[in-house]
């Protein structure tokens, strides 16, 4: 199926652990993004990425760390995770410059 | 900067019931305006978009019609399902900048 598609879909992890979201594409996209859902269902964007190039960076801590290995992925690493780290984190994806966003299912992170 | 206010929810509806939920906008220049859905503990899907001042934009018996006089793009639909239930956005694409601008999003229940 085409989609973008996020693993894993559920993360339980401990304060101060590190930890990886992973996010593909199979749309043929050049852009890419993370968001981030917090519990009162707010959305905001995070990164975007575009064909590996960074091109979005909003205020987020530098803990988080997303990487591009090539336009079909982007994953998200989160290092030292702290509890108001906890939230969905949804990745999706649109042709350059596109306003039309593909989402993935999301990842539910809770940190304990 | 740019913004999407959306009524607050949940609006809580009996089947075939008539559905509107307001959405205005903040933006520089001329944004495209999206509706998008999130079924429980899925994405988000793109429900449907207007691009220009008086498009409609229409998907599964939702409507919204882009006016720019009021910076409005209100959601409808004549008759909803029990299958409608989920959250719904109201985003922005373009203005400032090249960002999709989500509004808080509006809890749709429908009841049987």
């Known amino acids: 199926d085409t989609a973008v598609s996020q693993t894993p879909k559920y993360l339980v992890t401990q304060m101060g652990n590190d930890k990886s979201i992973k996010c593909e594409q199979n749309?043929?996209?050049?852009?890419m993004y993370w968001y981030k859902q917090d519990s009162k269902k707010f959305l905001k964007i995070m990164f975007s990425y575009n064909n590996k190039e960074l091109i979005i960076n909003e205020t987020v801590p530098n803990r988080f760390s997303p990487k591009s290995p090539d336009k079909a992925h982007l994953n998200l690493h989160i290092n030292s995770l702290e509890l108001g780290d906890s939230a969905v984190y949804f990745c999706?994806?649109?042709?350059?410059?596109?306003?039309?966003?593909?989402f993935g299912p999301g990842t539910r992170l809770t940190v304990l | 900067g740019d913004s999407v206010t959306q009524m607050e929810g949940p609006v809580t509806l009996s089947e075939e019931a008539f559905l509107t939920i307001n959405c205005t906008y903040t933006?520089?220049?001329?944004?495209?305006l999206f509706w998008y859905v999130q079924y429980p503990g899925e994405g988000l899907q793109l429900l449907l978009k207007a691009t220009k001042a008086d498009d409609k934009g229409s998907n599964k018996g939702f409507e919204a019609t882009y006016r720019k006089e009021t910076t409005s793009f209100h959601l409808e639909k004549g008759s909803v399902q029990v299958s409608d239930s989920a959250v719904y956005f109201c985003?922005?694409?373009?203005?400032?900048?090249?960002?999709?601008?989500f509004g808080t999003g509006t809890l749709l229940a429908v009841q049987p």
């Open positions: 749309l043929g996209h050049d852009t």
């Open positions: 999706a994806s649109s042709q350059v410059g596109g306003s039309e966003q593909f």
């Open positions: 933006a520089t220049g001329y944004p495209s």
């Open positions: 985003a922005l694409y373009g203005g400032a900048t090249n960002k999709l601008i």
